[in-house]
């Protein structure tokens, strides 16, 4: 599956690669990841997942951004962890031991959320919904599943514009929020209209698809095969995961 | 009765029993006739349309397509394919992620190889004037565009007989004049609902007026 591309941009090398190997890809690195448990093993992890985000392309600032929202998400569990786990205590805290067992266990948490992230958004987030879908189907996941994942990509785009049309139905009629009952209702209306709405539009949906001699199976168009920057890739990654298995037993 | 692709006799059809939006009509069409159905607003032009294919089952009456008359589901799934209907919201009825998968997703359904499918894709969308916009996303598609694309996908079908829903419905006045001239060059039959008159006039030769549940010819 190509993506329109405006001029002047090559693709990256891991947008080279078939959607398949990059979802399989994510896959085995973060269940290699998660299996791994120590901190030596687990920066190595971290250095492969950055080199794949170059590797990617990735913007570096945005990324970041994105990585540190989902650390200051699970700051509150690391940051109680030392004190929880019990262990040597290495430090105190307003009179609260921090452990050095949850000290470690800390770090490593924080090195495998970081690594799986920041490999996950290599790897699957500069991939388009539909490759995505093509390719989960490709590896044999129900045709079924796919398509149900499909349409929620192609539909909710069609509802968050149904709703940003009334939205601005509403907002032309001077309508502007506040904590009023005349607000509520309308919103009440706004959101009763898109239900109704949505319910509606699947109907005609089906009733298009039927038309075009839809009889509940799916057929995929486009045929991808693995070319050679596939299995050079699945190679490295190989070698990488086993290093990293090593890494981890010494 | 073997030159009628359509025979309607006497339909009857209401979304609900006491409202009847089709009232007793009567229409035939015949290999390669091209008809204009006119008439107001909600005066039941697209649920006329949408029964000749099988999608709303009338209270009464009869629909003979394509030599057989048509009763249940299983029926219609020949008129279907025969029939091409493009509907009168362009995002109703594209709902593959690109261009490509939904023109070719009616040819696959009719068992085509997928080689197949993607040259009758192709030759349909290079038909409609839109060589090359197979890897485009379909919902990024303006208005127009998600016309055409749809006329495309019913073309991939190679239907005998085009049932359009307002086809130049929100397209601009070269678009419009390019869909015209598209229509015009294609062999099928045709029933074109129309609102702007004097553009499909020149397309149409029959024109028949859809009012109080009847159809007046
Ligand atoms: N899904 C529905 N449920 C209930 N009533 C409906 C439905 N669709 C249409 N109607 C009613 O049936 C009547 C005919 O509708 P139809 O869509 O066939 O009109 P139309 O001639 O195509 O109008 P337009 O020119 O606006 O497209 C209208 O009065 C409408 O209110
Ligand atoms: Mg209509």
Redesign the pocket.
């Known amino acids: 599956m190509s993506s329109v591309l405006p001029l002047g941009i090559t693709l990256s090398p891991l947008a080279r690669l078939d959607p398949r190997s990059r979802v399989l890809a994510a896959f085995a690195f973060a269940v290699g990841v998660v299996w791994c448990q120590s901190v030596a093993a687990l920066t190595f992890a971290c250095a492969l997942a950055a080199g794949l985000a170059v590797l990617a392309r990735l913007p570096p600032l945005s990324t970041l951004r994105r990585v540190l929202a989902v650390e200051g998400f699970m700051l509150l569990t690391l940051a109680s962890l030392p004190f929880t786990m019990g262990g040597e205590p290495v430090f105190t805290l307003l009179g609260f031991a921090a452990g050095g067992d949850g000290l470690h266990r800390a770090g490593i948490l924080l090195l495998k959320s970081s690594a799986v992230l920041l490999a996950t958004l290599a790897l699957l987030g500069t991939l388009d919904m539909p490759a995505l879908g093509h390719a989960l189907a490709r590896l044999g996941l129900p045709v079924r599943f796919v398509a149900l994942f499909l349409f929620t990509v192609r539909y909710i785009d069609v509802l968050h514009r149904e709703y940003a049309r009334l939205r601005l139905a509403m907002r032309a009629r001077g309508f502007r929020p506040r904590a009023s009952l005349h607000c509520w209702r309308s919103l009440g209306h706004l959101f009763g209209m898109l239900l109704v709405g949505s319910l509606?539009r699947s109907?005609r949906i089906d009733a298009a698809m039927r038309c075009r001699g839809f009889d509940g199976r799916f057929h995929l168009l486009d045929e991808h095969r693995p070319g050679r920057l596939d299995w050079g890739f699945g190679a490295v990654q190989t070698a990488s995961l086993l290093l990293l298995a090593v890494l981890d037993v010494w | 009765m073997s030159a009628h692709l359509f025979q309607l006799r006497d339909i009857r059809f209401?979304?609900?029993p006491d409202?009847p939006?089709l009232d007793g009509v009567d229409f035939a069409l015949t290999t390669g006739e091209r008809v204009a159905l006119c008439?107001?607003?909600?005066?039941?032009?697209?649920?006329?349309l949408?029964v000749m294919v099988g999608l709303l089952t009338p209270s009464s009456g009869s629909v003979v397509a394509f030599g057989r008359e048509r009763r249940c589901e299983g029926d219609f799934h020949e008129v279907r394919a025969q029939a091409g209907l493009l509907f009168?919201d362009s995002d109703d009825q594209l709902f593959c992620p690109t261009v490509a998968e939904d023109v070719a997703f009616g040819p696959l359904n009719l068992g085509q190889s997928r080689a197949e499918a993607r040259r009758a894709a192709d030759d349909a969308l290079a038909q409609v004037g839109l060589d090359g916009f197979g890897h485009r996303v379909t919902h990024k598609l303006s208005g127009g565009q998600k016309r055409l694309v749809a006329l495309a996908s019913v073309l991939a079908m190679r239907p005998q007989v085009l049932l359009l829903?307002?086809p130049t419905n929100g397209l601009d006045r070269d678009a419009r004049a390019r869909l015209l001239g598209v229509l015009a060059s294609l062999p099928q039959a045709m029933v074109v609902?129309a609102?702007d008159d004097d553009a499909l006039a020149a397309l149409t030769r029959r024109r028949v007026i859809?009012e109080a549940g009847r159809l007046l010819g």
């Open positions: 509606e109907e | 209401g979304y609900d409202h939006v008439g107001a607003n909600g005066s039941g032009k697209t649920t006329l949408h009168q829903d307002e609902i609102h859809l």
